[in-house]
């Protein structure tokens, strides 16, 4: 067993940041899950202020921006920082994107209206996780929504080296054999580690593609 404490979130940051760098981009589709989620959970929240971590190449925050939601964006690979700066600019969409090397947050408490993370807040730790989560819980105004897609040991390409307790080493079939990945065994555990929040619901999306199961637990929570 590896002694993950011993990894802070730069540290972590890091490890996941060179494998991203050298992942090719694939110009991904709208998660269709992340857009159900959005309908269903706060479909009125137009002109709100919207920040989503870890937004990738960039296709959700674009949805997002399109539905009227003033977006900010974290994200810790500069390729896809500046993919989706060239996308969004095509597009003629506006928002606040900030390249990090750790999981603070560069924003004033009380901020945003609504934090999405959605397969980004599980390439952690424990300690770095609970560290982002704090951040989080501070940069949201109360009664603020807070979605995340976090992984189940029931994903095995992702959760496929046990390092500590609930924490992996990705399968090197996914080119992020580099990275560290939490991953929750139950439902009570998400309970237990976002115990700050109130109103938890938790939901999950599973498909079977052939290749691998893929399992996400869906959580929805407030400050």
Same mark, same amino acid.
């Given at each position: 067993?590896?002694?993950?404490?011993?990894?802070?979130?730069?540290?972590?940051?890091?490890?996941?940041k060179s494998s991203w760098e050298k992942i090719k981009i694939h110009n991904m589709h709208l998660d269709v899950n992340l857009v159900k989620c959005q309908k269903y959970?706060?479909?009125?929240? &137009?002109? @709100?202020? $919207?920040?989503y971590i870890g937004f990738g190449e960039g296709e959700n925050l674009s949805y997002l921006i399109s539905q009227g939601f003033e977006c900010y964006g974290t994200e810790i690979s500069k390729k896809r920082l500046e993919f989706t700066k060239k996308k969004l600019s095509e597009r003629k969409q506006k928002a606040t994107l900030k390249l990090v090397d750790s999981n603070k947050l560069l924003f004033k408490d009380?901020?945003?209206?609504?934090?999405i993370a959605?397969?980004?807040?599980?390439?952690?730790?424990?300690?770095?996780?609970?560290?982002?989560l704090y951040e989080i819980y501070r940069v949201l105004k109360p009664g603020g929504i807070f979605l995340s897609s976090m992984l189940?040991? &029931?994903? @095995?390409? $992702?959760?496929?080296?046990?390092i500590a307790p609930?924490?992996?080493?990705?399968?090197?079939?996914?080119?992020?054999?580099?990275?560290?990945?939490?991953?929750?065994?139950?439902?009570?555990?998400?309970?237990?580690?976002?115990?700050?929040?109130?109103?938890?619901?938790?939901g999950h999306y599973s498909s079977f593609l052939f290749k691998s199961h893929n399992f996400h637990y869906v959580v929805y929570c407030q400050k």
């Open positions: 067993m590896v002694n993950t404490i011993k990894l802070d979130s730069k540290k972590v940051v890091s490890l996941n959970l706060f479909p009125g929240a &137009k002109r @709100k202020k $919207l920040l009380n901020f945003f209206d609504i934090i959605w397969q980004s807040l599980y390439y952690n730790t424990e300690k770095t996780l609970k560290e982002s189940s040991v &029931k994903q @095995k390409l $992702l959760c496929n080296k046990k609930n924490t992996y080493k990705p399968s090197s079939k996914t080119g992020q054999q580099n990275c560290v990945v939490y991953c929750f065994e139950k439902e009570n555990q998400i309970k237990k580690i976002y115990k700050k929040f109130k109103n938890i619901k938790i």
